[in-house]
Antibody, heavy 130, light 110 residues
Framework: QLQLQESGPGLVKPSETLSLTCTVS??????????WGWLRQSPGKGLAWIGN???????YYNPSLKSRVSLSVDTSRNQFSLRLASVTAADTAVYYC??????????????????????WGKGTTVTVSS | QSVLTQPPSVSAAPGQKVSISCSGS????????VSWYQQVPGTAPKLLIY???KRPSGVPGRFSASKSGTSATLGITGLQTGDEADYYC???????????FGGGTRLTVL
């Protein structure tokens, strides 16, 4: 059974870089049709997608965070990681890693996207405070 | 404010049926597949529905979903107290080039 587990500091100072790692067990991060993603949920708020990475290293990010976000993957350790630079209190949230399916097909000349997360980690709380 | 609009809350009695709506636009729901998630407070979201109306293995048939135009609907029949949770719709927005979610709907089973 595939499981994901987030790890990293629970407290980050303003202007510093938030770094989290997701360890995948029960399956390989490589060679599958799935992407590996990060999402977050601010206190009392809804879900927000941060970005996805493929095992080959291909990435795509939420445009609103793109200038501050970097995802990386370590297939030898079956892990992928998130770095979020220049954090502020607004970045305080529960951060989730997840397996993500992302695909685009053509229908009547238009691109149709399938996008969902089918396996989630339990989440880790990150507080930005001095 | 979320790009996808959901009612903040819905409620129904055990055994009854409830529907949760999710409204968007042509750049998201209108032209892309919709997914639905259940989140019991304090836990991670769980995928209930993907590609508009498909259920992952292990999700009971009491959960169903549909899409029409720029709106989607999640239906839950035979409500149980264990269904009390927050429910989120999600999809891709082709204009914003990002994954998006609704603001969530709190289901109370009275």
């Amino acid at each position: 059974q595939l499981q994901l587990q987030e790890s990293g500091p629970g407290l980050v100072k303003p202007s510093e870089t938030l770094s989290l790692t997701c360890t995948v067990s029960g399956g390989s991060i490589s060679g599958s049709k799935f992407y590996w993603g990060w999402l977050r949920q601010s206190p009392g708020k809804g879900l927000a997608w941060i970005g996805n990475i493929y095992y080959s290293g291909n990435t795509y990010y939420n445009p609103s965070l793109k200038s501050r976000v970097s995802l990386s993957v370590d297939t030898s350790r079956n892990q992928f990681s998130l770095r979020l630079a220049s954090v502020t209190a607004a970045d305080t949230a529960v951060y989730y890693c997840a397996r993500s399916f992302s695909d685009v097909t053509l229908s009547w000349g238009s691109r149709v996207y399938s996008f969902y997360m089918d396996v989630w980690g339990k989440g880790t709380t990150v507080t930005v405070s001095s | 404010q979320s790009v996808l609009t959901q009612p903040p809350s819905v409620s129904a009695a055990p055994g009854q049926k409830v529907s949760i709506s999710c409204s968007g636009s042509n750049s998201n729901i209108g032209n892309n597949y919709v997914s639905w998630y259940q989140q019991v407070p304090g836990t991670a979201p769980k995928l209930l529905i993907y590609d508009n109306n498909k259920r992952p293995s292990g999700v009971p048939g009491r959960f169903s979903a549909s899409k029409s135009g720029t709106s989607a609907t999640l239906g839950i029949t035979g409500l149980q107290t264990g269904d009390e949770a927050d429910y989120y719709c999600g999809t891709w927005d082709s204009t914003l080039s990002t994954g998006i979610f609704g603001g969530g709907t709190r289901l109370t089973v009275l």
